[in-house]
């Protein structure tokens, strides 16, 4: 009844609420309501009975098991409400496979806490990422990701929740496995105000998305993610997919391509992700390349060097590293680059572990051995002490299979003699050739990794060793002041680099100049979105 009467909310004619729930009309029965009902529960007005019959035609029912749900599709007027307001959201659909056999089998205080204990599993998985349970209808769950509260990077955190959604629900403990099957959606909704209170709250959002979502997931094998391809354009490259085809699903219009997700990729970073099929020239920033090189040829010499890469979100820090790259492609050099994670700020060491994994080629399918072999043979450039090993071994969570002698230390001691092993690692890399290193991101950095690069810091100063270190404003680097450690903020292009930008971006085509304008007191990032 609260569905109900926050639907009339939204219509404009909550009058009639108390009507609807004195008549026991829920959304089951919606769809069979004629005008004479209406008229007989005391709806006079001609006027609001159209448009309640013109809302009803407009309402998109998910077909599920039991509770029937509906899920509430954008009305054909617009909504009266203040606080409506437009949004990207990513919609999470997420099914317990099977639960209508296990309803069979089952004795129902058993069936009660299995499906307690999924809906708390669904619950924690999506609220480490930020995701807010909307709705539970019986053994599926409504997730939004960017509503209530938004990020940049919703969709991956969707997927990211998704698959770990996936293992967690398989490992509950009960008597038969357990699966799920999952869908996600990204599309414009609008979304409403926070109705209820304590546990009953919910935040509606309207629109095809969620229903999207409900029908991916009814195409996903038990285990899967399926995404749809607006979900799929936010991804980049960050998670390796299968094409699933395009897709007739019940109460779309259009076929929909799909797509499984399966696991995150080995991408280097979240910048050469977003931009696998190359990059648009290089506009402006000469003056930043240049500083760039110079020290790249101090650092070369054995003064190490320090530049501190900082600017808002979009303005262009990758993009400048990535200048570097090029310049540097046929220059002998080593590159060690590190990618902090926003969903990995509390994970120590974590932009550590994935520059190993990557530079030893760990594929997700090796097995533990062949991975050990792997990582052996990465150290082996830097002549890794086997003490040492062992403890890069136990940062990768490889299991010391009697290659490495046992290390037996007390947690405080073993720590300190990682960062020990990781730093003279990168002191006998630089004695080969000299080193870049680049620390993206380092506004989402774990603290560990804060002290490890703070350790590298200092030892850097007789190194061959450039490294950069890019961040947004709302970090504070500790570093600077010191003599071999410069900072550089990017601002925003002049009005004459932002047209070409544009000019660069959208072709030939006409962009009026309210747009041009607006585009070139905005972030990069903006300016480039238009691409997408
Ligand atoms: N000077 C430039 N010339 C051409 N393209 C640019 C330039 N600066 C930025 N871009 C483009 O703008 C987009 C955003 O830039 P980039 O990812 O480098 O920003 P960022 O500062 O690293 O942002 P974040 O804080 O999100 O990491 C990218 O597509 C990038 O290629
Ligand atoms: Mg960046």
Redesign the pocket.
């Known amino acids: 009844m609260q569905q109900i009467a926050e639907w009339l909310e939204m219509l404009g004619l909550s009058e009639y609420a108390q009507r609807f729930a004195e008549n026991d009309i829920d959304f089951t029965i919606l769809g069979d309501l004629t005008d004479q009902d209406l008229e007989k529960i005391g709806i006079a007005s001609l006027g609001h009975r159209r448009k309640l019959l013109r809302a009803i035609a407009n309402l998109e029912t998910v077909e599920k098991g039991t509770p029937a749900v509906a899920v509430i599709a954008a009305p054909a007027s617009p909504l009266p409400h203040d606080s409506a307001d437009r949004r990207q959201v990513t919609v999470m659909f997420s099914d317990l496979v099977g639960s209508t056999a296990l309803a069979a089998r089952m004795d129902p205080e058993d069936l009660r806490e299995i499906m307690s204990a999924y809906q708390k599993c669904v619950a924690e998985t999506v609220q480490r990422y930020d995701g807010f349970v909307a709705r539970y209808m019986g053994d599926g769950v409504l997730v939004h990701f960017g509503y209530p509260s938004a990020h ?1 990077d919703d969709a991956e955190r969707a997927v990211r929740a998704g698959l770990e959604l996936v293992i967690a629900v398989a490992a509950l403990k009960s008597r038969a496995p357990l699966q799920t099957r999952i869908g996600i959606a990204t599309g414009l909704v609008v979304v409403g105000e926070l109705i209820g209170s304590g546990d009953a709250q919910e935040r509606t959002i309207v629109g095809k998305t969620p229903n999207l979502a409900a029908r991916l997931q009814g195409i996903a094998k038990p285990n899967m993610v399926v995404i749809c391809d607006s979900t799929r354009r936010l991804l980049g490259n960050l998670f390796e997919l299968e094409d699933l085809g395009s897709r007739d699903l019940k109460g779309i219009t259009e076929p929909t391509r799909a797509w499984a997700a399966l696991r995150a990729s080995s991408a280097e970073g ?2 050469e992700a ?2 696998a099929i190359g ?7 000469q003056e930043e390349s240049e500083l760039l090189l110079r020290r790249w040829s101090k650092a070369k010499t054995g003064e190490g060097q320090v530049v501190l890469l900082s ?10 590293t990535a200048v570097l790259l090029e310049r540097l492609a046929t220059e002998p050099h080593t590159r060690l680059r590190y990618f902090c994670s926003p969903q990995h700020a509390d994970s120590a060491f974590y932009p550590i572990i994935g520059q190993l994994e990557r530079a030893a080629g760990l594929a997700h399918d090796d097995s533990p051995q062949a991975r050990l072999d792997k990582l052996d043979a990465l150290l082996a450039q830097s002549s890794t002490s086997p003490q040492d090993a062992a403890l890069l071994a136990e940062l990768l969570s490889l299991p010391n299979d009697g290659r490495y002698p046992a290390i037996d230390l007390a947690p405080q001691q073993r720590r300190q003699r990682t960062l020990d092993a990781l730093i003279l690692r990168l002191q006998s890399l630089t004695r080969q050739n000299p080193v870049l290193m680049i620390f ?2 380092a506004h989402w950095t774990d603290p560990t990794s804060l002290e490890v690069f703070g350790q590298a810091m200092n030892r850097i100063v007789t190194l061959r060793v450039l490294l950069i270190v ?1 961040f ?1 404003p709302e970090f504070d680097p500790p570093w600077i002041g010191r003599p071999h450690v410069t900072a550089l903020t ?1 601002n925003r ?1 002049a009005e004459r ?1 932002a047209d070409a ?1 544009i000019d ?1 971006v959208v072709g030939n085509k006409f962009v009026p100049a309210s747009i041009r304008q607006a585009s070139s007191s905005a972030p ?2 903006f ?2 979105s238009w691409r997408r």
């Not at 990059?279 to 920033?285: D, F, P, Q, S, V």
């Open positions: 940049e979240r910048f977003m931009h990059l648009t020239a290089l506009i402006g920033r600017g808002e979100a979009g303005i262009g820090k990758s993009r400048l993206e991101d890019t947004r990017l292009l680099e930008m660069c990069t990032a300016r480039c």
